[in-house]
């Protein structure tokens, strides 16, 4: 039986050569070969970049250059509205997927029945050095369903998902740091069966000038207001994300986060036992504390 068009989407914008160019090949190189590469260029003022995408000849191919940088999610939107394929996989320009990815997730989505599926990963730095040799997640709906609270629990750039998902949850929405945990929560919240591949399959570049390494306190407190509201997921909007984000309470808790942060670097550098007391006045310490212990344990489960 001949296996059915996959469409892989990405964006690119700051990415180096190197970076991008290992990126495309780890696809191009995939075990399953009946797919469609769909590469939104972000950056249109970088002519590298574009010379980068250029040099490929491949018919799989197919990249679109914005006509000015509009961000991750319209890129990503855009892409998915140009997809031929039956199956959606997401890819960062970044990272690398292993060989066997695309035919390891489609049979797995298909063996299992699922809408969503993603894989384990490695952690990288951006000189390839394994940083984690492997990251485990959840494997089955119930288990990613129990610990969502706490943090996604399938990994953005390994997703693979039924094209008709996307189509029937309007795509991304416009919720900042956290598009990818939004689309989960209202996946779930529409009785789609999640799973994860019980096996590395790809390698998760961590960028020191990545996006959630450079707003990691605006991401967290996000994605705990939307954790928050998960169970009426459908009905926050955008506009209530926005409002919440420039709201005094937000300022207030990103602050507290802020300060709690700081006396945790001063403890780490002197051991003074005053810093863990003030810690312990701060609300965030708690929150941090049970979040720690509940992703040591979903890498158990």
């Known amino acids: 039986m001949e296996k059915p068009l996959i469409s892989v989407i990405m964006s690119t914008y700051n990415e180096s050569k190197y970076e991008i160019k290992n990126c495309i090949e780890s696809v191009l190189y995939q075990s399953y070969s009946n797919f469609e590469f769909i590469i939104i260029n972000d950056n249109p003022k970088d002519e590298t970049l574009k010379k980068v995408l250029d040099e490929y000849t491949d018919s799989r191919i197919r990249v679109y250059c914005n006509k000015e940088n509009v961000g991750l999610v319209k890129s990503l939107n855009y892409a998915l509205s140009i997809a031929r394929g039956l199956f959606i996989v997401r890819m960062d320009a970044d990272d690398i997927s292993k060989r066997s990815r695309i035919e390891d997730e489609f049979n797995y989505l298909v063996k299992n029945n699922l809408d969503i599926v993603g894989t384990c990963i490695e952690l990288i730095d951006e000189n390839d050095n394994v940083i984690q040799s492997e990251m485990r997640l959840p494997q089955n709906n119930s288990k990613i369903k129990l610990f969502m609270r706490w943090g996604s629990c399938i990994a953005h750039p390994t997703w693979m998902v039924r094209t008709e998902v996307y189509k029937n949850l309007n795509g991304y929405r416009n919720i900042p740091y956290c598009e990818d945990y939004d689309f989960i929560l209202r996946a779930i919240k529409s009785g789609y069966k999640l799973g994860n591949v019980p096996k590395v399959e790809l390698s998760y570049r961590v960028r020191n000038n990545g996006i959630s390494g450079s707003n990691k306190e605006e991401q967290f407190l996000i994605r705990?207001?939307?954790?928050?509201?998960?169970?009426?997921?459908?009905?926050?909007?955008?506009?209530?994300?926005?409002?919440?984000?420039?709201?005094?309470?937000?300022?207030?808790?990103?602050?507290?986060?802020?300060?709690?942060?700081?006396?945790?670097?001063?403890?780490?550098?002197s051991r003074n036992i005053k810093y863990i007391i003030l810690m312990m006045l701060n609300t965030c310490f708690w929150r941090d504390l049970i979040e720690k212990a509940t992703l040591k344990l979903r890498q158990m489960v």
Do not use: G
């Open 224 to 269: 705990n207001y939307l954790a928050k509201n998960m169970k009426k997921i459908n009905v926050i909007t955008e506009d209530d994300v926005d409002s919440y984000i420039i709201s005094n309470i937000f300022q207030l808790r990103k602050n507290r986060l802020f300060n709690y942060k700081c006396l945790k670097e001063k403890y780490k550098s």
